[in-house]
């Protein structure tokens, strides 16, 4: 049975290349993740300093204001993200800008992301 390729991530008509000034790293982390409208369960397959993408299981709309809950190491504690914005959708996965960050959770993904990319340096 073959299995049909996904279409492109739709994306919002004034979009354009972008440079991104940090690293996204491929990972799979368990995420709860919160708005007024719903809460869900999903898992974070990529992640950089500013955003991450993820698989839920609730489809959004791009512009959703989500709050996370994510715990980044087996070993390590759960952090949240107050505040981050959908910016673009495809079916049940969704790129997610990072908005509102304390800064303990952002050394807490920097940590990570400097581990990771040490690890495998001639990932993307």
């Known amino acids: 049975m073959a299995i049909e390729p996904k279409s492109p991530p739709s994306r919002p008509k004034q979009a354009r290349f972008v440079f991104r000034p940090y690293r996204r790293i491929p990972i799979w982390r368990s995420l709860y993740y919160l708005s007024q409208e719903c809460v869900g369960k999903g898992v974070v397959t990529n992640l950089s300093q500013l955003g991450m993408r993820v698989q839920g299981e609730h489809q959004v709309e791009p512009g959703l204001i989500l709050a996370l809950r994510i715990t980044l190491a087996d070993d390590g504690p759960t952090v949240e993200i107050e505040q981050a914005t959908v910016r673009w959708v495809d079916g049940y996965d969704f790129g997610l800008d990072f ?26």
């Open 99 to 124: 908005v509102r960050i304390s800064p303990v959770t952002a050394k807490h993904i920097a940590h990570l992301l400097n581990r990771q990319i040490r690890i495998s340096p001639l990932s993307n």
